[in-house]
T-cell receptor, first 113, second 112 residues
């Protein structure tokens, strides 16, 4: 069964810290992986998309890495800010006509001023 | 603005009613989706649809039906609403397998 796990479920850090969010997937034959951010009561905002052939992607203070063979991805957030507080979701696409994203349950991040 | 738009944002209705949620994307994407986020915030696929193929997640009750008048729209119709249908429903679209998904802002459905 294809499953995505995110650890930790919740994380609280002081402003300015660098932090890492973890995502693991049971089936390493992924097509690509996408990180999202969800603010309370809001939709999903795409942060980074990593193709299976890529090792990492960067956008501003965010860096996502992918180790397909070990079934892991990490989202690194540099110099965290209170505005980074949100739930971060990892989602894996395995290909196929359905185009189904398999989501983890998310990491709820709180950055304290 | 280029986006995926859903209406309504909130929907409160009684058990047994029939309701629809509308979704429109102006991104020119080929494929649209409906996802359900349950009370535990877990997201699961309900439907995927392009102009050639509708794929239904087998766990979705047949009271739920997607309707697509054209490539830019995928509406969700729900018959005989039940308490357990209360959730947030997200519409999404994507250009193709090599591209990321774009999600709408969600519709919070509450069945009373």
């Amino acid at each position: 069964k294809q499953e995505v796990t995110q650890i930790p479920a919740a994380l609280s850090v002081p402003e300015g810290e660098n932090l890492v969010l973890n995502c693991s997937f049971t089936d390493s034959a992924i097509y690509n992986l996408q990180w999202f951010r969800q603010d309370p009561g809001k939709g999903l905002t795409s942060l980074l998309l990593i193709q299976s052939s890529q090792r990492e992607q960067t956008s501003g203070r965010l860096n996502a890495s992918l180790d397909k063979s070990s079934g892991r991805s990490t989202l690194y957030i540099a110099a965290s800010q209170p505005g980074d507080s949100a739930t971060y979701l990892c989602a894996v696409f395995y290909g196929g006509s359905q185009g189904n994203l398999i989501f983890g349950k998310g990491t709820k991040l709180s950055v304290k001023p | 603005d280029t986006a995926v738009s859903q209406t309504p944002k909130y929907l409160v209705t009684q058990m047994g009613n029939d309701k629809s949620i509308k979704c429109e994307q102006n991104l020119g994407h080929d494929t649209m989706y409906w996802y359900k986020q349950d009370s535990k915030k877990f997201l699961k696929i309900m439907f995927s649809y392009n102009n050639k193929e509708l794929i239904i997640n087998e766990t979705v009750p047949n009271r739920f039906s997607p309707k697509s008048p054209d490539k830019a729209h995928l509406n969700l119709h729900i018959n005989s609403l039940e308490l357990g249908d209360s959730a947030v429903y997200f519409c999404a679209s994507r250009q193709g397998a090599d591209y990321g998904y774009t999600f709408g802002s969600g519709t919070r459905l509450t069945v009373v």
